[in-house]
């Protein structure tokens, strides 16, 4: 849990700076407030993986997901790599790295109930 909980630390981190430069370079308060609140979803479910809590997972994965559609369907739609082909692709490895480590945890619960 302390593995992915890092990972989606610096995932948060990643777009509270995405959109703090959109908002120094573009002037976009959206950018910042829209990474803001995200980033901030994402702490809540690091906070859940750190206190050991499984419901951490799911809450992640939602979040991660849909940031990653998000990111996905602006570059589709702009075809733009920066930031939009970027953050889709990270979005997209911080989703399988998420949804790999849920499986994994639920595999060690399943185990630990069947003894």
């Given at each position: 849990?302390?593995?992915?909980?890092?990972?989606?630390?610096?995932?948060?981190?990643?777009?509270?700076?995405?959109?703090c430069?959109?908002?120094?370079?573009?002037?976009?308060?959206?950018?910042?407030?829209?990474?803001?609140?995200?980033?901030?979803l994402?702490?809540?479910?690091?906070?859940?993986?750190?206190?050991?809590?499984?419901?951490?997972?799911?809450?992640?994965?939602?979040?991660?997901?849909?940031?990653?559609?998000?990111?996905?369907?602006?570059?589709?739609?702009?075809?733009?790599?920066?930031?939009?082909?970027?953050?889709?692709?990270v979005?997209?490895?911080?989703?399988?790295s998420?949804?790999?480590?849920?499986?994994?945890?639920?595999?060690?619960?399943?185990?630990?109930?069947?003894?």
């Amino acid at each position: 849990m302390k593995k992915t909980a890092i990972l989606l630390s610096m995932y948060a981190i990643l777009l509270t700076a995405g959109g703090c430069v959109g908002y120094f370079v573009a002037g976009s308060t959206l950018s910042l407030v829209t990474s803001g609140l995200s980033a901030a979803l994402l702490c809540i479910g690091v906070y859940a993986l750190f206190t050991d809590n499984f419901w951490g997972y799911p809450f992640s994965l939602v979040v991660t997901t849909l940031l990653f559609l998000f990111f996905a369907y602006r570059y589709a739609k702009t075809m733009a790599i920066m930031p939009s082909g970027m953050m889709s692709v990270v979005g997209l490895l911080f989703l399988l790295s998420t949804l790999s480590a849920m499986v994994k945890e639920i595999k060690k619960l399943r185990e630990k109930r069947s003894y």
